[in-house]
């Protein structure tokens, strides 16, 4: 039998998944934090349901204690805030005793950002990494499809190899709530796609000659998933750091993303566009590339500007009659 800590977080995430389309992703997020929330709970002898007002503000309070970040502080009281209004509407509490809290807000911090250079190593440590011709080859089309389109890590790794046929130039993506979005392909990614295809072609002639079940997913794989996982990923962009010359703690699969929109942005591109390809709901999450940017010009003229460095303007060279 169910307990009725366990029963209000299972229905709630269920409701999540059903009614928002919330991912598996952010339902285990969810998760984490509203059992850590009811851990708190059953030391104090309280559960969900008796739980005060006061009782969050502690919980709140004692998450400050642990040096948590504020981000991660925000989440979980907004994962307790929604827990709540969902108890609310169906009934389980009469009253929501988060509404009114203030979160600690986050802080702002710009995204780290890759230079065009770091990219483009990024790119050639990926096309000589593998071990064989199709890791080669699916390495780089990982990699160009990521920066040619921004998508997020989540959405590259479970493309669905049908979502790539027909039209060469763009790309169907489905992104967050099930919304999809066309995005355009650089010539590189095109390629990459193409020459990838022709090898994922011959793996799928293979499995019907075995008499295997054929994956739907662009880049398969073994595991339970049936395609590459976002942790496999992940350990994939660090190796190509790592031979590419590149601090691995500058890379993430998020960092390309960043790098994508701040790229395109640098070189002329409509922030309505970049939008509409990030796939941003709104955008003002997206005007956080215009900050960026500015920060990296404010950057290079410090870097670079002959009166930066010491305040006294470098000599320029001696102008001869012909040159006037």
């Known amino acids: ?24 992703n952010t339902q285990l997020a969810y998760g984490r934090d509203l059992k850590d929330f009811d851990a708190y709970l ?51 509490r009469s009253d ?12 702002k911090r710009l995204p780290k950002i890759l230079s065009e250079a770091e990219v483009d190593a990024l790119l050639e440590a990926a096309r000589a990494s593998g071990r064989s011709q199709s890791d080669q080859c699916r390495n780089t089309c990982l990699m160009e499809l990521l920066y040619a389109t921004g998508m997020r890590v989540s959405e590259l790794v479970s493309l ?25 392909l650089s010539p590189p990614a095109r390629t990459a796609l193409a020459e990838w295809l022709v090898l994922r072609d011959r793996l799928d002639e293979d499995a019907r000659a075995k008499r295997l079940p054929l994956s ?55 922030l309505r566009a970049i ?23 404010s950057e290079l003229v410090l870097e670079h500007h002959p009166l930066a460095k010491d305040g006294t303007r470098k000599p320029m060279g001696k102008i001869t009659s012909e040159g006037q």
């Open 96 to 107: 929501n005793p988060a509404i009114q809290i203030s979160g600690p807000g986050q802080d």
């Open 1 to 24: 039998m169910q307990t009725p800590t366990f029963h209000w977080i299972s229905t709630f995430l269920e409701a999540q998944a059903a009614e928002l389309g919330a991912s598996t």
């Open 42 to 92: 059953d030391r104090r002898h309280l559960d969900f349901l008796s739980a005060t007002r006061g009782t969050v503000e502690d919980y709140l309070v004692h998450c400050d204690a642990q040096g948590l970040a504020k981000s991660t502080r925000a989440r979980r009281l907004s994962a307790i805030k929604q827990l709540y209004r969902f108890a609310f509407e169906e009934g389980l």
């Open 216 to 270: 739907r997913f662009l880049f398969p794989s073994r595991g339970k998933l049936g395609h590459l996982t976002r942790h496999r990923f992940y350990l994939l962009i660090k190796e190509f750091a790592v031979a590419g010359g590149v601090n691995p703690a500058k890379v993430t699969p998020h960092t390309l993303r960043h790098a994508f929109a701040t790229h395109l942005l640098a070189n002329g591109a409509d």
């Open 275 to 297: 939008q509409t390809m990030l796939g941003h709901a709104d955008v003002a999450t997206t005007e956080i590339y215009t900050h960026v940017l500015e920060e990296r010009l």
């Open 160 to 184: 669905p190899i049908a979502a790539t046929r027909g039209d060469p130039r763009l790309l169907l993506i489905m992104g967050k709530g099930g919304k999809e979005r066309m995005v355009p």
